[in-house]
């Protein structure tokens, strides 16, 4: 599975947005959500999120980067 969060908002008519994973290509996204979905998919925008730095004590991280699609 590409979607690794179970969140879809609404955004207007027919048009849904979903949190993917940052290595998928669009056009498995496509794939996917056609499948998962039973519908056609006419047109999808993407586009890539930054991971936010996170701090625990000393120690500086980063959580993941991720991918949106509209």
Do not use: D
């Not at 039973?38 to 996170?54: E, F, S």
């Amino acid at each position: 599975m590409c979607i690794y969060r179970q969140k879809y908002s609404v955004i207007g008519e027919n048009q849904y947005t979903s949190n993917v994973e940052s290595g998928s290509t669009r056009t498995k996204i496509k794939h996917w959500v056609e499948l998962f979905f039973g519908v056609k998919v006419i047109a999808m925008n993407t586009h890539r999120l930054r991971g936010k730095a996170r701090r625990m004590g000393p120690i500086m991280g980063q959580t993941m980067h991720y991918r949106r699609m509209i």
